[in-house]
């Protein structure tokens, strides 16, 4: 079985950023900048927040980060929201999800600029990829389409099935699977079957959110399982939605959990906010 390691891919995109960091530095004499906005102190998105910003750091872009208390209101986070989208230092804005109980998520993506969407969530950027013209895409999704691509795994032509249709993840890996030529079925919470419908798959992308939800008997054999469940097991170990140690001899290719699909979702991050520093300083520049 061919193990489809996110973090070799996740390598490669950075190194293909670092110059193109370099060639904007020299260009627009700074750095592109990303700003991160985290509400609360959870435990897991003080994790990721501090992950994206050494990214950033190692690719030599400049990251900023918001921390604001659990208790903030919905006026305060817009007034940073406002000065964020209007700050012509600042190309790329993440809030972080999700956001304490009283705060809508809903809200932030009507709020942000979608200029400045790093995280391409936003209703603009949902709507450029849908119509097939897509400046950035979702990072997860994205990320999930460029460990098929480093591995060369044929998409065109084949069936795929998703597991989940959430608005972040599985709808748009849905739609980029299409998009790449394959045929495809999306199932979700209510699918009577789910392992009825993936076992016909010749890729199976697992986003359910269900702790070792599915294993060797969902899958036919030498099926292609991509797996973006994250799930915390306790004493610091990780699992994914699928039982990975039952996929040796059986699918011809998976991701692990860790090292499968979360370090693309930040490589993709970082191409989000490059792309997007890029038009905005072209833009002005013109
Ligand atoms: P979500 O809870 O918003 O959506 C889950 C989807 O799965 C829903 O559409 C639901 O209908 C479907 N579902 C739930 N139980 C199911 C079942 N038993 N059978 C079939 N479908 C079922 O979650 P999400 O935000 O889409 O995230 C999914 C998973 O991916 C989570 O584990 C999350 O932590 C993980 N995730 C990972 C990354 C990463 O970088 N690796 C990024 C985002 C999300």
New binding site residues.
């Given amino acids: 079985m061919l193990l489809l390691d996110g973090k070799t891919v996740a390598q490669h995109v950075r190194d293909q950023l670092k110059t193109r960091v370099q060639d904007f530095q020299g260009r627009f004499r700074r750095p592109p900048h990303l700003a991160v906005v985290l509400v609360g102190a959870d435990p897991a998105s003080q994790v990721y927040v501090k992950n994206k910003h050494i990214a950033c750091e190692k690719i030599g872009m400049l990251s900023t980060v918001h921390n604001l208390a659990a208790t903030t209101t919905e006026t305060e986070l817009d007034a940073l929201l406002d000065r964020l989208n209007t700050d012509s230092g600042v190309d790329g804005i993440l809030v972080q999800l999700p956001l304490p109980k009283g705060l809508s998520a809903e809200r932030v993506l009507e709020k942000l600029d979608p200029r400045k969407d790093a995280d391409g969530l936003t209703y603009t950027a949902m709507g450029y990829l849908w119509a097939g013209r897509p400046f950035v895409k979702p990072c997860?999704p994205s990320g999930v389409m460029r460990i098929l691509e480093y591995y060369k795994i044929p998409v065109a032509g084949k069936t795929a099935v998703v597991?989940?249709?959430?608005n972040?993840?599985?709808k748009p890996i849905a739609h980029l699977l299409t998009e790449a030529n394959a045929t495809v079925t999306v199932?979700?919470?209510k699918?009577p079957d789910?392992g009825a419908v993936t076992r016909q798959a010749d890729i199976v992308v697992v986003?359910?959110?269900?702790p070792r939800?599915l294993g060797k008997e969902d899958f036919k054999p030498g099926a292609v399982v991509i797996d973006?469940?994250?799930?915390g097991t306790g004493g610091g170990k990780l699992c994914g939605?699928v039982r990975f140690e039952e996929l040796e001899g059986h699918a011809s290719a998976a991701t692990p959990v860790p090292g499968g699909?979360?370090p693309m979702?930040i490589a993709c991050l970082l191409e989000n906010t490059m792309i997007l520093a890029e038009k905005r300083a072209e833009g002005n520049a013109r």
């Avoid at 986003?207 to 269900?210: E, L, R």
């Avoid at 973006?228 to 799930?231: P, S």
């Fill in positions: 997860t597991v989940g249709r959430s972040i993840v599985g199932c979700h919470s699918t789910v986003a359910a959110g269900k939800l973006v469940g994250i799930h939605d699909v979360g979702t």
